[in-house]
C-alpha cells in the first residue's frame, strides 16, 4: 500500500509516518531526513541543500525528483510506502504521478493531518527543545508556514480531485491520531491493520 501524509510543518506527519511505518511495516521515507542525512555527509546534494533548508525554502524539483526516485527504486520500497514531505507543490505531485505510473505502483491513499497555526508554532517550539534542528528557529517556521501555504497546501486539492485524499483532525493527542488515520486505513482496506 502506497501512502502519501500531508500537513503543515509541525502537523505531526513525521511523528505518525513512524508509527505507521512500525504498524503496518512499510518503509517511512522523509524527505526531509533525507536531505538532513546529505547534509550530515557532506555530499553534494547535502551541500546544496543546506543553505536552502536553513531559510525554510524549498530544493528544487529535479533534485527532489531524482531523490526520491532512488529511494522508490529500493528495495524495502517495493511492498509499499509511507511518504512523508513529498510531493511538496503541485509540480512535484505531477511528477510523483509520472514516475509511480511508470513503476505501475500508484498512490493508494493521501492522508492530510489539519491543524491550526498556533499548534503548529507551540509544537515547533517543542521540537526545538529536543530536536536541534537549524531550521526550526522562529523566523525560518514562519517562512516555512508561508511556503507551504503558497505552494504545499495545493497538493491537497490535487489528491482530493482524485478522489484520494481523506482529512483527520490533527490536534488531538499522537494515539487519538494514530487511530483515526488507522481507521480511515482499515475502512478503506480492510484487514491491513490487523
Ligand atoms: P521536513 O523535514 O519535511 O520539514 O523538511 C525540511 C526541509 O527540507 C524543508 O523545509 C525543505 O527545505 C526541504 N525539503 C523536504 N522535502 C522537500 C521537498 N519535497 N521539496 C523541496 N524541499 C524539501
Given at each position: 500500500m502506497r501512502i502519501v501524509l500531508l500537513g503543515a510543518p509541525g502537523s505531526g506527519k513525521g511523528t505518525q509516518a513512524a508509527l505507521l511505518q512500525e504498524r503496518l511495516g512499510l518503509p517511512h521515507i522523509s524527505t526531509g531526513v533525507l536531505l538532513r542525512k546529505a547534509v550530515e555527509d557532506r555530499t553534494p546534494l547535502g551541500q546544496q541543500a543546506n543553505a536552502i533548508i536553513d531559510r525554510g525554502e524549498l530544493v528544487p524539483d529535479d533534485v527532489m525528483l531524482e531523490l526520491i526516485e532512488q529511494r522508490l527504486g529500493e528495495a524495502d520500497a517495493q511492498k509499499g510506502f509511507l511518504l512523508d514531505g513529498?510531493?511538496?507543490?503541485l509540480s512535484q505531485a505531477q511528477s510523483l504521478d509520472k514516475l509511480l505510473e511508470r513503476l505501475g505502483q500508484p498512490v493508494d491513499e493521501a492522508i492530510q493531518i489539519d491543524i491550526d497555526p498556533e499548534s503548529v508554532i507551540a509544537r515547533i517550539a517543542k521540537r526545538a527543545e529536543t530536536e536541534d534542528r537549524s531550521d526550526d528557529t522562529e523566523d525560518v517556521v514562519r517562512n516555512r508556514m508561508q511556503v507551504y501555504e503558497e505552494q504545499t497546501a495545493p497538493v491537497v486539492g490535487y489528491y482530493a480531485e482524485r478522489g484520494l485524499l481523506t482529512r483527520v483532525l490533527g490536534t488531538g493527542s499522537i494515539e487519538e491520531v494514530l487511530r483515526l488515520i488507522l481507521s480511515v486505513l482499515e475502512i478503506e482496506h480492510p484487514g491491513l491493520t490487523a
Open positions: 513529498y510531493p511538496r507543490n
